[in-house]
Each structure stands twice: as C-alpha cells, then as structure tokens.
C-alpha cells in the first residue's frame, strides 16, 4: 500500500509523556527504511531511548547505523541511522562550520559561553536542536561525505512543548530582529510549514492524552504547522463480542456456564474465584467502553489514524519491527 504521506521528508513525533513517542518513532523510522531508503531517527531529550530500544551502546553525537528496515516488497531494506543531539555538540559543530573556529570553539567552553547560549538561553538551545535536524533533512550533495537520507523522523518533546520547539523564529526574535540568526530561524521555519513536514500525536484511548491530542492540534494549526496522523497505542485487544461486554458491564453474565466452561477446562472453581473473575470481566468492559468513547473522539479529529495493539510483555527489537509493519500496511509509511 503507498505512503499517506509521499511528500514528507520530516516525521516529527509527539504526544503526551509516556503514551508511546519513542516506540512509535522507532517503528516509524523502520517502516520508512523499506525498500531502499535510508532514514535519520533523531532523538533530543537526552535520555538514550533511541539505544535501549535498538540495544546499542549508548548513541554519540554522530549519525550511527543502528538497523536494517522493515523487509516489504521485492526490494532490499534501507538502513535507520540515528542520532543523540545535544544543544552543547550543536553548538560546537556549529560555530565550527561557520566561523570555522575548530577545537578554538572548546575554549568558549571555559568563558561560559556554551553554557550560557544552551542553558541561559532556553529559545537557543531548541534552535541548536531543531537545527541539526533541519540540516539532516536538506542536507545536499554539495556537502562533501555527509550521508543524505530520503527522511528523518524526530522523536519530539512532549505536546505540551512541541509548537514552542518548532516556532524557532519566535525563540530567537527576543534575541535577534535582523541577521544571521534570525536568517537561520527563519529559513527553517519555512520546512517545517511546509508541506515536507508532519508533526504526528501519539495518544493512549484515555481522557487526557486524548484532550492534549485535540488541544496539541489546535495549537499546531493555529501556528500553522502542519499536522499529520494521529498514532493510537496500546489499544486493547478487541477479541470480546459486543454482547458478551454489555452482559459483563451489567453484571449478567451467567455465572453457572462460566462455571461449567471452567470445569470443562479442568478448573477447581470456587465461590471467590468466580468473584473475582465476574468482577474483572465487569472491569475489562468498562475499560473498553471508555476506550471506545475515546475513539470516537478520535475518529472525529479529522486527520488519519493509525492504530497500535498493545503487545503483551512489553516490546523487544521484534515487536519493533511488527509494529512498523503494522504502521506501513495502515500507510502511514
Ligand atoms: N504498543 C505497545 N505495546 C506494549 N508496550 C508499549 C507499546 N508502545 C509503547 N509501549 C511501552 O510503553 C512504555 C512507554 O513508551 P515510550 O517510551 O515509547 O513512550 P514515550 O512517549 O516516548 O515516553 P516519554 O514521554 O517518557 O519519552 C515503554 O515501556 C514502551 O515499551
Ligand atoms: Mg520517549
């Protein structure tokens, strides 16, 4: 099936904390990695989720094969690189490139003067970051020896900071009405408006991460950033038929065949057991229900949605790869 998104060549992946980000932009960077292309995951909290996932060694301020993409088709897998950016190596990289300071640029380090532009300075230390990104992704064959990729995917701050890290242009404009930075910021403020851009929410079906998808694109398109897919993770698995739920919400489940189905299973059942069991199937089908209501809410969003089953045991290096082709075949990649 072909990509919703054909033109994109940035992923920008949010969402609320702990709902999925970093597993779904890892699944993501696989599924675009397939058929030969070659893909940038880019991670900038600093935490090392991208190494823990992919079981590597802790990732370095430089661009490092970490995998072979989601085999799919006739054609042979690309690769996923990717890299850890900190605003200090940024920065140095940096003042290297344009003012060609070299190691000169490690004595800065001694006046402050990193520390200054990557802590003091909030609005800097996300240009750094959401610099490096931009010039991943327009990176040019002028570049002599610097790998190109045919996308890059960012696993993004949270919700709550995404449109604030992506307005570079306002960061800076405390900073700097006119020159060279505010030149920069603006240049790349132009990508991610454009439609080469898409800025995709991860969300679980509960109340509030599904209130901050909802707000988080509001706020996305009031700042007229574009919005791509809403990603919903760890979803129940829907194996109960629709009656059987409605009888464990009203408690009318018949208790003597639930009985006579355990002992046929060689089950000892007894009184507080059956308990517990009416009480959990009771628990499962309230859960569904506020699920479904939830989903409703984001069938209504009006941007695609891709769906993720939550897998049990948690997701290993293979679970990785079923999620991203669970992702390609919904045709998010
Ligand atoms: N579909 C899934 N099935 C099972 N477990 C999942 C699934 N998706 C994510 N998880 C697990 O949920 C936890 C949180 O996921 P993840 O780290 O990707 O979230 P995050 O949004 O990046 O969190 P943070 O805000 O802390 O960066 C992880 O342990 C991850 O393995
Ligand atoms: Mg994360």
């Not at 030969?36 to 880019?42: F, Y």
């Amino acid at each position: 099936m072909s990509s919703d998104w054909p033109r994109v060549r940035l992923h920008v992946v949010t969402g609320k904390g702990g709902t999925g980000k970093s597993t779904v932009a890892a699944a993501l960077a696989l599924a675009l990695a397939s058929e030969g292309r070659n893909v940038l995951l880019c991670e900038v909290e600093g935490r090392q989720g991208v190494a823990r996932m992919f079981d590597v060694d802790p990732l370095p301020y430089a661009e490092t094969r970490i995998a072979t993409g989601l085999r799919a088709g006739d054609r042979e897998p690309g690769s996923v690189y990717a890299l850890h950016i900190d605003a200090e190596s940024a920065l140095l990289e940096y003042l290297k490139m344009y003012y060609k300071l070299g190691p000169a640029g490690r004595a800065l380090d001694r006046f402050g003067v990193i520390e200054f532009a990557t802590t003091v300075a909030p609005g800097v230390r996300d240009v750094l970051l959401t610099g490096k990104v931009f010039e991943a992704v327009e990176r040019n064959s002028r570049n002599k020896g610097a790998r190109q990729y045919d996308a890059v995917v960012l696993d993004a701050p949270p919700t709550g900071r995404i449109t604030q890290f992506l307005n570079v242009s306002e960061s800076v404009a405390g900073l700097a009405k006119v020159g060279p930075i505010k030149n920069q910021a603006d240049t790349m403020m132009t990508l991610f408006r454009s439609p080469r851009t898409a800025v995709h929410l991860v969300t679980l079906l509960e109340e509030m991460p599904v209130q901050e998808t909802a707000d988080g694109i509001e706020d996305l398109r009031r700042n007229r950033l574009p919005v791509g897919g809403v990603v919903v993770d760890q979803i129940r698995p829907r194996d109960l038929p629709d009656e059987a739920l409605a009888a464990a919400r009203a408690a009318s489940l018949d208790r003597s065949e639930i009985e006579t189905d355990l002992k046929s299973a060689g089950i000892d059942t007894t009184d507080p057991l059956l308990d517990g069991l009416l009480a959990e199937a009771a628990e499962h089908a309230e859960r569904r229900a506020l699920e479904d209501a939830q989903h409703a809410v984001v069938a209504g969003l009006g941007v695609p949605v891709y769906e993720l089953e939550r897998v049990a045991g948690g997701i290993d290096l293979g679970g990785l790869y079923d999620l991203a082709a669970e992702l390609k075949r919904q045709g998010m990649a």
